[in-house]
């Protein structure tokens, strides 16, 4: 059974950064690829940023690139996102999500693995 948890989130100021992390237990990294999605109120959920190990690709966001970094450290079965230059328009919950297709990253309904989020609050 695949259990995907996230952590890390939290209240920052604009400017400010965080690390999200995503322990991913009964999950074997693969051809697939994992990703982090966030849903703002009134919005859509929306894909932030995806990484395929296969390849060691990353992909991201328009809105997120030059200030969010994912990575993930197989040895600790772990992927993060690193958030510099935090906006009050990044303010959502973060998802963790796994066994994605790399081809449409973007997409959360390729996607087979969720997490239950962490709360990402940013004020101006």
């Not at 690390?19 to 859509?44: D, I, N, P, Q, V």
């Not at 998802?95 to 709360?119: F, K, R």
Request: contains cysteine; aromatic residues 14%.
């Amino acid at each position: 059974q695949v259990h995907l948890q996230e952590s890390g989130g939290g209240s920052v100021q604009a400017g400010g950064s965080l690390r999200l992390s995503c322990t991913a237990s009964g999950y074997t990294y693969s051809s697939r690829c994992m990703g982090w999605f966030r849903h703002a109120t009134g919005k859509e959920r929306e894909g932030v940023a995806a990484i395929y190990s296969g390849g060691g690709y990353t992909y991201y966001a328009d809105s997120v690139k030059g200030r969010f970094t994912i990575s993930q450290d197989n040895a600790k079965n772990t992927m993060y996102l690193q958030m510099n230059s935090l906006k009050p328009e990044d303010t959502a919950i973060y998802y963790c999500a796994a066994d994605g297709d790399a081809n449409s990253w973007w997409d959360m309904y390729t996607y087979n693995y969720w997490g239950q989020g962490t709360q990402v609050t940013v004020s101006s």
